[in-house]
């Protein structure tokens, strides 16, 4: 963490995006939703009339009915209750979907259609929700006293800057979902120091992983056209109170997982799209650009599929290096982003070509 919180608040970051053209977005964020097709695929086929349902109606509510306005009630101080009309599905197609398909799995579970154990059913987990405390304060050194290991640091540090160029991708991606220009330096690099910071203090409060741009939730602004700080913020005290009020958090483990497949398969295709849609500033009759688009993105995804199935490939004599180079080459992201950067910047190109 401490080489992000290095990276991005002294200005690395921003030397490097000197280097960075779409030619290294488009292989960077499209390989993120491309490479979590699987994760989809397992989710969705746990039940796919219950997940085809989920992305049909999700579908159906993000863009199909996003101009229908329905009856609502607002107060208004010296105005009282009143109605009014808004855009409920285009404002909360992802959220209303979950909550129809959640109840749909609850009737479904009620009449003991499906077996128990079911992945559909929605009291399979629900031993998690009974089992949990109702309240728990996380506090730094909570599993004991930090230790720190050559091996575990760097590690870490080949998942960090996977992360740290996913991030950078992300960034404009959302500028653009949002219809705001694309982010200055400056502001990349905070972002990048910010998320840095984030990982430090996931490490001392015990946690098992760090903190970064997540592409689910660039995929679910897309989605839900909602790309407001406030709406941000008060989804920052929701996650609080799960934290804090361990029930609470429970309650949102227990939603079936062909009702999370559905979800995926349609936030995680937003993503390869928005990924793609910078091929819209570079020159596609040069069969430069198509040749260094279509192979950093094959090839990403062909090396990495290779290393999981050859962990033991690489042998440098030292387990430590074998480790961070096995992760490095096993992220289809890093390895897209990589390669995109390295193959625009050494092929011969005019500016105009590069976008």
């Not at 909570?142 to 760097?154: D, E, F, H, I």
């Not at 219809?179 to 200055?184: D, E, K, L, V, W």
């Amino acid at each position: 963490s401490l080489v992000q919180v290095f990276i991005g608040y002294f200005g690395v970051m921003g030397i490097l995006l000197r280097y960075v053209t779409p030619l290294t977005i488009v292989p960077t964020v499209s390989l993120v939703g491309l490479s979590l097709f699987e994760n989809a695929a397992e989710a969705a086929s746990k039940h796919w009339a219950i997940s085809g349902s989920t992305i049909l109606m999700l579908t159906v509510f993000s863009q199909c009915l996003t101009e229908v306005k329905v009856p609502g009630i607002n107060y208004k101080r010296g105005q009282g209750f009143r109605i009014i009309w808004f855009n409920l599905f285009k404002l909360f197609p992802v959220l209303l979907t979950i909550v129809i398909m959640w109840a749909v799995c609850g009737i479904i579970t009620l009449k003991d259609v499906l077996p128990r154990g079911h992945p559909a059913r929605t009291d399979v987990k629900i031993k998690i929700l009974e089992d949990s405390d109702w309240f728990r304060i996380p506090y730094p050194g909570q599993w004991g006293m930090p230790t720190v290991s050559a091996s575990g640091v760097l590690g870490m540090l080949a998942g960090v800057l996977a992360c740290t160029v996913e991030s950078i991708s992300y960034y404009p991606t959302v500028a653009k979902m949002c219809g705001a220009p694309p982010p200055p330096v400056h502001a990349i690099n905070r972002g990048i120091g910010t998320e840095g910071l984030g990982t430090m203090l996931a490490g001392l409060w015990g946690s098992g992983n760090g903190t970064n741009t997540f592409g689910e939730n660039v995929g679910a602004i897309g989605v839900t056209k909602v790309g407001s700080r406030r709406v941000i913020q008060y989804a920052c005290v929701l996650m609080l109170l799960q934290g804090v009020i361990n029930k609470f958090g429970a309650v949102f483990i227990i939603i079936p997982e062909p009702v999370v497949g559905g979800i995926f398969c349609v936030m995680f295709g937003m993503i390869t799209a928005f990924g793609l849609s910078a091929l819209q500033y570079v020159e596609l009759n040069s069969s430069r650009n198509l040749y260094i688009i279509g192979f950093s993105m094959f090839f990403s995804l062909v090396l990495p599929k290779w290393m999981v199935a050859h962990p033991d490939a690489i042998q440098t004599g030292s387990q430590i290096l074998d480790s961070v180079l096995t992760v490095l080459l096993s992220t289809s992201i890093l390895v897209g982003g990589l390669l995109g950067c390295l193959l625009d910047n050494t092929i011969p190109g005019t500016p105009e070509e590069r976008g």
